[in-house]
């Protein structure tokens, strides 16, 4: 029917299935790679949580030749301090639902990139050697907490589509495992993280978009956010 967004990392339309509208996602991904994001989405939708779920082709299969198609899932996004808050509980509900899952094949967490160079988008080595200091610094802080799935960019509100009775979280784009805390950088700090916890998570929020982002304009920015060591 038409597009609605467009980049690098993706085509995404709007279709008619069936006479139901639709959304149809075309990636240059791996198929382990969408695999593992269909199935995640298929476990959260069987836990009550609200996902664009895939719609099979007339074999069974979740994805052909890098195309997704998913459920259209209707709402607004948050606009007020009290939809927020209902983000952070709903992020919540992921990641207790999703400790302990496996690393989504080619990515790497904040961690794991203390030691690691490259992990899908990421790649360290086209940083500034100071920066990457900044970012690990950063990190660090998290060595030794927990992981989970974490969406990835949920204070992005076009990422998340409210009602009066539900929270649905689509773009799964950037989940991958990490630390939850990641997730929580909300606006308002909606999240009610505690004054320390919400600076360690800030930074390496920051470090984080700046690695995955480099070398837009927006990266520059997150990264002059990440505090010298």
């Known amino acids: 029917m038409e597009r609605l967004t467009g980049g690098v990392a993706n085509d995404v339309w709007s279709v008619r299935v069936h006479g139901q509208i639709a959304v149809a996602r075309l990636a240059r991904r791996t198929d382990a790679d969408l695999a593992s994001e269909t199935g995640l989405i298929q476990y959260l939708d069987s836990q009550g949580m609200h996902v664009p779920v895939p719609i099979p082709t007339t074999d069974g299969r979740l994805f052909l030749d890098g195309l997704v198609v998913m459920k259209y899932i209707e709402g607004g996004p948050p606009e007020t301090q009290s939809d927020w808050h209902r983000v952070a509980d709903t992020l919540r509900e992921l990641h207790r639902l999703t400790r302990g899952w496996p690393q989504r094949p080619g990515w790497r967490s904040s961690t794991d990139l203390l030691h690691a160079e490259t992990g899908t988008r990421i790649n360290l080595a086209a940083m500034p050697p100071e920066g990457v200091i900044r970012c690990r610094a950063a990190w660090a802080r998290f060595v030794g907490r927990q992981t989970c799935i974490v969406h990835?960019?949920?204070?992005?509100?076009?990422?998340?589509?409210?009602?009066?009775?539900?929270?649905?979280?689509?773009?799964?784009?950037?989940?991958?495992?990490?630390?939850?805390?990641?997730?929580?950088?909300?606006?308002?700090?909606?999240?009610?993280?505690?004054?320390?916890?919400h600076d360690i998570a800030a930074q390496a929020s920051a470090a984080w978009e700046a690695a995955v982002c480099w070398q837009d304009e927006y990266a520059v920015k997150r990264l002059a956010e990440v505090r010298p060591v």
């Open 152 to 197: 990835g960019n949920p204070n992005s509100p076009a990422n998340v589509r409210m009602t009066a009775d539900r929270v649905a979280l689509i773009d799964w784009d950037e989940s991958h495992v990490d630390i939850p805390d990641l997730d929580l950088v909300l606006p308002g700090n909606a999240a009610g993280l505690d004054e320390s916890a």
